[in-house]
């Protein structure tokens, strides 16, 4: 059957999964991109996320006419040309009128307006931009090159300056 495979840059999934489960993880930021690669600590790490890109690289390199590949922030930029391009991959028709309603119904905003109160889980967070969100530093990012230098195979065009950064981890380390 045909897929849509939707990936995202790892830093922003590890930033934003970090933010949600801090509480449950009572790590450093850190220690969380350094991550487990036995997959029993965190709901989501950089050993997951390696997984999942090798698993679905190797999918979409083996049928290029059965999985579509979108990056988030592409599908965010330009959400009518990212829906129209999902509804042709599954031979679906769609108006410009029900792109239209689909993009304006499906936005950041309009989600967190129809979320449910007796729900406790925050799915859609909006951004903070507080000074406790966590982020990339150097020592973040080196940790998080040396994991993929060597795991990662499929990077999806993401430049997550492997080189660069693996030798700053050996200069710091």
Same mark, same amino acid.
């Given at each position: 059957?045909?897929y849509?495979? !939707?990936v /995202?840059d790892?830093r #922003?999934?590890l930033i $934003?999964?970090?933010?949600?489960?801090?509480d449950?993880y @009572?790590?450093p930021?850190?220690?969380y991109?350094?991550g487990?690669? +036995?997959?029993k600590?965190?709901v989501?790490?950089?050993w997951?996320?390696?997984?999942?890109?090798? *698993?679905?690289?190797r999918?979409?390199? @083996?049928?290029?006419d059965?999985?579509? =590949?979108?990056?988030y922030e592409?599908?965010r930029?330009t959400p %009518? #040309?990212?829906?129209r *391009?999902?509804? *042709?991959h599954?031979?679906?028709s769609l $108006?410009d009128r029900?792109?239209?309603?689909?993009?304006?119904? +499906?936005s950041?905003s309009?989600?967190?307006e129809?979320?449910?109160? /007796?729900?406790g889980?925050?799915?859609?967070?909006?951004?903070s %931009? $507080?000074a406790e969100?966590?982020?990339?530093?150097?020592?973040?990012?080196?940790? !998080?090159a040396r994991i993929l230098? =060597?795991?990662? /195979?499929?990077d999806?065009?993401?430049?997550?300056?492997? *080189?660069a950064a693996?030798g700053?981890?050996v200069a710091?380390a």
């Open positions: 059957p045909p849509v495979l !939707l /995202r790892m #922003d999934v $934003s999964n970090y933010a949600k489960w801090r449950r @009572q790590v930021f850190d220690v991109v350094a487990d690669p +036995s997959g600590r965190y989501c790490d950089a997951w996320y390696v997984r999942f890109l090798n *698993a679905w690289g999918m979409a390199m @083996q049928h290029p059965k999985v579509l =590949t979108l990056r592409d599908l930029k %009518g #040309d990212g829906l *391009a999902i509804a *042709a599954f031979g679906i $108006s029900a792109i239209e309603a689909a993009v304006q119904g +499906s950041k309009a989600m967190l129809r979320r449910d109160a /007796r729900v889980e925050t799915v859609i967070r909006a951004d %931009g $507080s969100d966590p982020v990339f530093g150097p020592h973040e990012k080196a940790i !998080l230098k =060597t795991n990662l /195979r499929y999806f065009g993401y430049d997550y300056g492997v *080189a693996a700053e981890a710091t």
